[in-house]
Structures are given as structure tokens and as C-alpha cells.
């Protein structure tokens, strides 16, 4: 018995090229944020690249928010296809935003904090997912992306 398939080769191909775009967005503008939070934050952490707790540290937030943008980019191109529909666009921003925002914060210290912390990491992600969004958008719109069909 043979069935057809959607997910030819071309299509996985695409899901790849949009991975690998929402991926290098995601983490370009996690770190971005990361690099202003240590020169305007009131941690005091050098930039300092040489090793060290702090460099292992950037590199791991790397690393998540790259992986998080890609698994993005992908929910991203299948669920908003071609359609123009607003809310399900925001809505896939949002459940990115609010899971991976709220995942990063420690509950107690949160608590403890009267809630910013969960404040300031989902607002964070909200920016990254909304602007990696409007990334994938714009390589659409080139044509350099596909939507899935």
C-alpha cells in the first residue's frame, strides 16, 4: 500500500532552510540582549569571552535560544501556512514567548520579587519570537522561505 505524502524532499528542505533562519535570528537576538544586559545590568559582569563560568553561561543561552528559535521557525511555518490570520500568528509568538520565559525563571526568587523576573524573561522572549517572526515574514516575502502547503 502506498500513500502520498505532503513532506516531499522540497518541503524538508524548506523546513530546514526556515530552522536554520529562525535559528540564527532567535540566537543573534538572544544575544543581542545578553550583551546589553551585562554592559547596562546591574550584575557587573565583564565581557569577558576568555572562559570561565560566565562565558560557559552565554554560550549555553546561546545555544537554547538558538534551538528554541528553530523549533520556532518550524511550529511557525506549519501552523501559519498562508494564512493572513492575526491571531494565530501572535498566538504561536505567545505560547513561545510565555513557555520559554517562564521555563527560564527560578519560581522562588520570582516570588520573592513580586513576579518581574517572569515579567522581564517573558517580555525578552516576546521580542525575540516577535522579531524573529517578522524575519521569517520578511524571507517569505523575498521568496527566500516557503510556507509550508
Not at 523546513?15 to 540564527?24: E, F, H, P, R, Y
Not at 562565558?55 to 543561552?61: I, K, P, Q, S
Request: charged content about 10%; some cysteine; proline content about 2%.
Amino acid at each position: 500500500m502506498t500513500t502520498s505524502s505532503r513532506f516531499s524532499a522540497a518541503e524538508r528542505i524548506a523546513s530546514l532552510k526556515t530552522a536554520i533562519a529562525g535559528g540564527v535570528t532567535a540566537g543573534l537576538l538572544s544575544f543581542g540582549l545578553l550583551l546589553l544586559h551585562r554592559l547596562v545590568g546591574s550584575e557587573g559582569l565583564p565581557l569577558n569571552f576568555g572562559g570561565g563560568l560566565g562565558t560557559l553561561t552565554l554560550l549555553v543561552n546561546l545555544g537554547t535560544s538558538a534551538l528554541s528559535g528553530a523549533l520556532f521557525a518550524l511550529t511557525y511555518r506549519y501552523a501559519v501556512r498562508t494564512d493572513d490570520n492575526l491571531q494565530l500568528n501572535a498566538g504561536v509568538i505567545a505560547a513561545f514567548a510565555l513557555v520559554r520565559g517562564v521555563a527560564l525563571v527560578d519560581a522562588g526568587s520570582a516570588i520573592a520579587q513580586k513576579g518581574w523576573p517572569f515579567v522581564a524573561a517573558c517580555g525578552e522572549n516576546f521580542v525575540v519570537f516577535g522579531l524573529t517572526a517578522l524575519a521569517l515574514n520578511f524571507g517569505r516575502q523575498q521568496g527566500w522561505l516557503t510556507p509550508f502547503k
